[in-house]
Structure formats: C-alpha cells, structure tokens
C-alpha cells in the first residue's frame, strides 16, 4: 500500500503502510489497535484495541480519524488543515502533513539506523555455529548437532536443565563439546548438545 495516505484514503482492518526502507509498518490491527511498528516490535499504538475501530481515514477536512462503525474513537485534531496526507517516514514517525507543514506527528522519530532484518540476523548466527564433520561421499549427510552459545549466568546444570529436563545430564554437554572442567563455561562459547 505504499508509505502515505492522501485526503480521502483509508486503512482497513489489517491493512498496513511500509516505510520506504521497509523497516516500519503502521497497521490497524484486527482489535482495531492502530500500531506502529519497527520489524514486528510495537513502537506506538492508538490504545484503540477492543473499541471496535473498523477503519483509520485522512479525511478531506484535514483530520486523521478511526472509526467504529458508527462513531469516531480516536483523531489527531487537524480539523480545518489543507491538503494533508499521512505519511510513514523511514525515520519511524508518521506525521501528517498539510499544505502549511506538518500538522501532527507520533513523536517516534529516531537517528538510529533501521533494525535489520530478521532474515540476516537468522543467517549470522547460522554462519557462527560450527558446520558438521564432512563424511565421505557415499554416506548422507547427518544431521547437524543441537548448538547452544554460552551467555552470561550460564552454567552447564542449567543448561543441562533447558535441553533434557535434568541438571545431572550435563556431563553429556561438557564430554561432546570437550570441556575438561564443568565449572568453566564462558559467555559466547559454542557446546554442542547430543540428543
């Protein structure tokens, strides 16, 4: 649907607007919740959520409103400006701009860059878990061991604890991952987990 709503154009329920560089949305949710948000984490909402808000419109008289199906629930007072238009920027704020400037913002305006996308994160911890032992050719290939990265506060009992239900086993992590002492585990280290 683009970036920006012009005078007379609306939102339905699920419908969304996408900022230019695809980092923010701003959809009016199903529970009628108008939010904005930076790749699926809220940043703002309307609190209309439950109110029944059936649609989000840039009305022709200059103010920005949803609507239940009968009445108006939420609007941004701009009654009386010319020419406006709602536009998600890629800074994060939606402003609604008229003829004379912007008549109302979300105030969610940020200098820090877009949040990446979940896909390249997803792919960088890929890349950092160590890749299965090569097998000769005519054997398929196994299946890649269960990692897990140490973070702080970490112990292998409590690790032990998260993969099998049962702090005891945690010898069986610090014999595949080749830890001669249980009690030194560092953050950012690499175990492998057998089944």
């Given at each position: 649907?683009?970036?920006?709503?012009?005078?007379?154009?609306?939102?339905?329920?699920?419908?969304?607007?996408?900022?230019?560089?695809?980092?923010?949305?701003?959809?009016?949710?199903?529970?009628?919740?108008?939010?904005?948000?930076?790749?699926?984490?809220?940043?703002?909402?309307?609190?209309?959520?439950?109110?029944?808000?059936?649609?989000?419109?840039?009305?022709?008289?200059?103010?920005?409103?949803?609507?239940?199906?009968?009445?108006?629930?939420?609007?941004?007072?701009?009654?009386?400006k010319k020419d406006v238009k709602l536009v998600l920027q890629d800074d994060r704020n939606v402003v609604l701009?008229?003829?004379?400037?912007?008549?109302?913002?979300?105030?969610?305006?940020?200098?820090?860059?877009?949040?990446?996308?979940?896909?390249?994160?997803?792919?960088?911890?890929?890349?950092?878990?160590?890749?299965?032992?090569?097998?000769?050719?005519?054997a398929p290939a196994p299946a890649a061991p269960r990692t897990y990265t140490v973070v702080s506060g970490d112990?292998?009992?409590?690790?032990?604890?998260?993969?099998?239900?049962?702090?005891?086993?945690?010898?069986?992590?610090?014999?595949?991952?080749g830890i001669a002492n249980p009690d030194l585990i560092q953050p950012g280290q690499v175990l492998t987990i057998?089944?």
């Open positions: 649907m683009g970036d920006t709503l012009t005078e007379g154009q609306k939102l339905q329920k699920g419908d969304s607007l996408t900022s230019n560089n695809g980092a923010y949305t701003l959809t009016l949710q199903d529970d009628g919740n108008l939010v904005l948000a930076a790749r699926g984490e809220a940043v703002w909402a309307s609190g209309t959520g439950g109110q029944g808000v059936v649609r989000a419109e840039v009305q022709t008289d200059g103010n920005f409103v949803l609507y239940t199906a009968d009445k108006p629930v939420w609007h941004t007072d701009t009654k009386g701009y008229a003829a004379d400037g912007p008549a109302w913002n979300s105030g969610t305006d940020t200098d820090a860059p877009p949040p990446a996308e979940p896909e390249v994160e997803l792919a960088a911890a890929e890349e950092s878990a160590p890749a299965p032992a090569p097998e000769p050719a005519p112990t292998l009992w409590a690790i032990s604890e998260r993969f099998y239900g049962d702090g005891a086993k945690y010898q069986r992590i610090a014999d595949a991952s057998p089944e």
